[in-house]
């Protein structure tokens, strides 16, 4: 019997990626958006020169001025914000909060719209409308009563433009904190904090042009099909030209198999399809590292091999001896590592270690790419930084068709960061900023995202903004989480859509609707552009170009900037200026933030400019003024061991991941098509011998319960058990359903990052009593 009310069809995927099967998927989500027609239109505007950025994800365009690029995810995205629902005052006045939060995460934002500004009431547990000005003026008198600045904390969701970051910053450090939660601390934080010490910057060091001439790429956890689509299409070039690409996944994503473009009709008519990465190795999850130091390993004896030969070198020692430190340290401890520790960590055999060695020695020109499969582990800046390792032994760092290319997720995500969008932030970029505006910015560091709970629940943050995201949804440890924002004082919410975060609320809540990216954004009779940085440091316009879901949106700009004015005061800034003319703000962006010269001029020009990255050129902004390598040890005491040397092989390691029909927290359906699941998001995948050793078979129902040694139980109740091509060991199931059972401390050394892809769990059958599930019931 069906332990939900949707019944899960599962069935293996056998087609290729994107095809017919998108075509259709777009025609649905427009009707069941109620896209009006007239805004069809919308999606040819999608990132071209004078259309909008699509705010999906942050993979870059070529130059903005290709055809239509299609995909199937961005049109979704486009269609989640151009729905012709709305959810008004009188939808508001009809529910108290308690009957919303009996609704689930789908049905919330499926509501459409926010058309209002709303203040919580306590008196009737409803939502009310409230004006702007009054909505201002309470958050100043919440901000001003603070007995510290820090008692405050200010999250950011990378969809906010690089106007609307800078001055969001600006007024935050104004005000007196550094406090700047970002959803990049529970994404590519790892990258950001590991790169600035091996090659200097925390950013990538290709463009699309570096496509073009690698001859092998390899992609570690990722899954473009459906998280960058628009990748697929340069995978798909990248194959044809007979590049070899691999793919580092516990999974074999069907979407990194074949591929049939949309962009090419005879493909679709033919039912063609380009075949995509051609050899998949499928470490264990959180195996990266010991992979990656395998190989490193290897490398290095292939070299040894030469020298004895008397063969070409494998190492590129003119770039090692001219631009890097710490070699030889590093190459000791490669050659004092084990092979046997390496292959059981790894859980890759030593023939596939060879064999990607075999690759990546014979390749002349590498890009490495990588997502949340290498960020969200416990070591993973130790894994990002061994990669960084395994490039620069033969110089694929800052050569044409070779790099270190992360794939960022939210659309502006790196521009957020880019405009001061960090709770630890340079010295040399306060000085910058207190010298323009004239005062002195705050220099304690703030609290990142896991920090922010743990003080929340420690009574030091008291009052929580957040432009954007659903703060409650998409961290850790959710009861925990939701106890902490139940705590404050004063919880506010800048929003295009209703969503969980505003329901688990403060004594005080705000929620002030915003315009989103595709819709006409118009001040003083002027239309206004915003920029975004993709993740290729490329800075380019976006103009919108609907008709705002209602009369009484702000701008998030404008909300930003009137915060600032009602906190601060009107002489602090000249707030009022930068609603009127955003060209403003991006001269004062120029002033502060390195490679905005000229900002104005040279975003107008169509596609934009590249930002430039020091160590493309080879430039190496680290103390040394060389590219390091850092040697790593293998951590063979880490909870998951712990946790394992007490419960034997029924201990798993949980990944938690996307399915093909979301956008992080918004759900668009039940469906994730690649992976052959249907109607179900409760699900967790196995492996067949794992399944029958614990005792189930596919099909059984489970409960979740997480390992850690803090005496809180955490259960994640009622997953159907789908037999699964996934490796011993581990289990997947989908975010943010699983975020319950991620302990707050359980993060990524060196960057806070919630290990949202290594969870120690063990499986129970679920009982037929009736649970109490206050989380996502779908
Ligand atoms: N349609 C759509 N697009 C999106 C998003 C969305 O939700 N929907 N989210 C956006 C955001 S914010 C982000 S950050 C990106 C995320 O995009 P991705 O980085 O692709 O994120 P995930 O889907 O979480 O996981 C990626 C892959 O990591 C693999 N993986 C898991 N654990 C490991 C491991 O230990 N090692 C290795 N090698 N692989 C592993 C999984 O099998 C999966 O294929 O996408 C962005 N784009
Ligand atoms: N277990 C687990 N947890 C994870 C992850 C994981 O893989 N596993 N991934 C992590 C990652 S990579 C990320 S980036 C975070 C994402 O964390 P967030 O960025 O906080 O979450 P989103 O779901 O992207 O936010 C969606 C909400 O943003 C609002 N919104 C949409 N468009 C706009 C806009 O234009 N302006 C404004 N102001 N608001 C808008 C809508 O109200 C919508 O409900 O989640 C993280 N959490
Ligand atoms: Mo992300």
Redesign the pocket.
């Known amino acids: 019997m069906s332990k939900n009310k949707y019944d899960a069809r599962i069935e293996p995927y056998t087609h290729p990626a994107a095809g017919w099967g998108a075509l259709k998927q777009v025609a649905v989500n427009l009707i069941r958006e109620r896209v009006p027609g007239g805004n069809y239109r919308t999606l040819l505007k999608q990132n071209q020169p004078d259309g909008f950025d699509c ?1 999906g994800c942050a993979w870059p365009d070529r130059a903005h001025t290709s055809t239509f690029e299609f995909c199937e995810n961005g049109v979704k995205a486009v269609a ?2 151009s729905t012709s629902k709305r959810a008004t005052p009188e939808f508001f006045a009809q529910r108290t909060v308690a009957d919303l939060m009996r609704e689930s995460d789908y049905t ?2 499926a509501y459409g719209r ?1 058309t209002d500004p709303m203040v919580y009431s306590a008196a009737s547990d409803t939502y009310l409308p409230i004006s702007w000005d009054d909505a201002f003026a309470m958050i100043a008198t919440h901000l001003r009563a603070l007995d510290d600045p820090n008692e405050a904390a200010f ?1 950011t ?4 433009s690089n106007e ?1 970051a800078f001055l969001y910053q600006l007024f935050v450090r104004m005000f007196g904190t550094n406090n700047f939660p970002d ?2 601390n ?3 934080e790892p990258t950001s904090r590991g790169l600035p010490k091996t090659v200097g910057i925390g950013k990538g060091t290709v463009t699309l042009d570096d496509f073009t001439q690698c001859d092998t790429l390899l992609i570690f956890g990722q899954n473009p099909a459906t998280n960058h689509p628009r990748m697929l299409g340069e995978l798909r070039e990248v194959s044809r030209r007979g590049a070899t690409i691999v793919s580092i996944n516990p999974l074999r994503e069907r979407g990194l198999e074949r591929f049939a473009s949309p962009s090419h009709p005879a493909e679709m008519l033919t039912m063609g399809s380009t075949p995509i990465s051609s050899v998949f190795i499928r470490p264990t999850l959180g195996g990266d590292f010991a992979l990656i130091k395998a190989v490193a390993k290897r490398v290095l004896e292939l070299d040894d091999a030469a020298l004895e030969r008397g063969t070409p070198r494998v190492l590129d020692v003119a770039f090692i001896d001219a631009h890097t430190t710490g070699f030889d340290a590093f190459a000791a401890d490669l050659r004092a590592e084990d092979w046997t520790v390496l292959v059981d960590e790894s859980g890759v055999s030593r023939e596939d270690i060879e064999r990607l060695s075999t690759i990546y020695v014979n390749g002349e020109r590498v890009i490495a790419t990588w997502g ?1 499969g290498l ?2 582990h416990r070591h993973a800046v130790a894994t990002i930084q061994m990669l960084s390792n395994l490039m620069m032994m033969r110089g694929n760092i800052g050569r044409p068709g070779a790099g270190l290319c992360p794939v960022r ?2 659309s502006n ?1 790196q521009g957020d960061r880019t405009m001061g969008i960090e709770e630890k932030p340079a010295a040399a970029f306060l000085d910058r900023l207190g010298r323009v505006f004239a005062f002195e910015p705050p220099r304690a560091h703030g609290y990142d995202v896991v920090e922010t709970i743990q003080a929340m629940l420690d009574r030091k943050v008291k009052v929580f903004i ?6 409650a ?4 440890d959710t009861p925990r989480t939701w106890a902490a924002l139940e705590s404050c004082a004063l919880t506010v ?7 969980r ?2 329901l688990v609320h403060g004594r005080d809540a705000l929620i002030l609707p ?4 595709t819709e006409i954004d118009m001040q003083n009779g002027v239309a206004q552009g915003v920029t975004v940085e993709d993740s290729m440091s490329m800075v380019h316009l976006s103009y919108g170009m609907n008709k705002p879901a209602s009369p009484n949106l702000l701008s ?1 700009i404008a909300i930003v900037a009137l915060m600032a004015q009602a906190t601060l005061g009107p002489g602090t800034a000249d707030w009022r200026g930068y609603i009127d003319d955003y060209a403003t703000i991006r001269d004062a962006i120029a002033q502060v933030i390195d490679g905005f010269e000229d900002f104005n001029a040279r975003v107008a020009h169509p596609g934009g400019f590249h930002l430039g990255v020091a160590s493309r050129e080879r430039v190496w902004k680290t103390a040394s003024g060389k590219a390091a390598f850092i040697a790593h040890a293998v951590d063979r005491d880490t909870p998951i061991h712990r946790a394992r040397a007490r419960h034997g092989q029924r201990l798993m390691t949980l ?4 399915s093909h029909d979301q ?4 759900i668009y359906g039940q469906d994730d098509r690649y992976r052959g699941v249907f109607g179900q998001r409760r699900v967790v995948f196995a492996h067949r011998d794992d399944i029958a050793m614990l005792g189930f078979k596919d099909g059984d129902w489970v409960d979740l319960t997480s390992v850690w040694d803090d005496g809180i139980e955490r259960r994640a109740a009622r997953f159907r058990l789908v037999e699964y091509d996934i490796p011993r060991g581990c289990l997947g199931a989908y ?2 359903e ?2 319950p ?2 302990p707050l401390e359980s993060i990524a050394i060196g960057a806070g990052t ?1 290990s ?2 290594s969870i120690p769990v063990l499986l129970d059958a679920t009982s037929d009593a009736p649970v109490e599930q206050p989380y996502f019931p779908d």
Do not use: D, W
């Open positions: 705010p989640a914000e919330l934002e926010l999250y969701s990378g969809r906010a609307a959803c990049s529970m994404c590519h949340m960020t969200q997720g939210h995500v957040g432009l954007g995201g659903n703060f949804i998409a961290t850790p919410h800048v929003t295009t859509k209703l969503n975060s505003h915003t315009l989103g990216r998030e990944m938690t991941t996307r956008y992080n927290t918004t975010y943010p699983t975020n059972l991620i919630p949202s892809k």
